[in-house]
C-alpha cells in the first residue's frame, strides 16, 4: 500500500510516473487462504479505500479502470449467485 500512497505523492507534486512492464519481482513469502484474505482485505483494499475516499474521486488507471471494474461487478455477481 506504501507504493501506491508513494506514488499519488508524487504524482500530485507534479511529478510524472512511468509503469516498466518489464521490471518484475517476486514476493518469498509463503501464502496460506488465511494471509492472503488478510493481507488483500485489511493490508490492502481496506487503506486504498480509505485513500480513495480521502480523495474525493476514483482514479481511472492501475487496476481502478473501467475493464477491472466491470470484472470486479462480474466476479461478485458470480458469488452472489452462487450463494
Known amino acids: 500500500m506504501e507504493d ?3 506514488g499519488l ?4 507534486a507534479g511529478h510524472r510516473l512511468r ?3 518489464e521490471v518484475q519481482v517476486t514476493h518469498l513469502k509463503h501464502w496460506t487462504l488465511a494471509s492472503l484474505l488478510v ?4 493490508d490492502r483494499a481496506i487503506p486504498w479505500t480509505r485513500l480513495i475516499i480521502c480523495q474525493g474521486k476514483l482514479p481511472n ?3 481502478l479502470n473501467s475493464r477491472s471494474r466491470f470484472s470486479a461487478l462480474v466476479a461478485w455477481t458470480g458469488v452472489a449467485m452462487a450463494s
Open 4 to 6: 501506491i500512497e508513494l
Open 9 to 12: 505523492r508524487l504524482k500530485q
Open 19 to 21: 509503469l516498466l512492464a
Open 39 to 42: 493481507s488483500d482485505i485489511r
Open 61 to 63: 488507471d492501475l487496476n
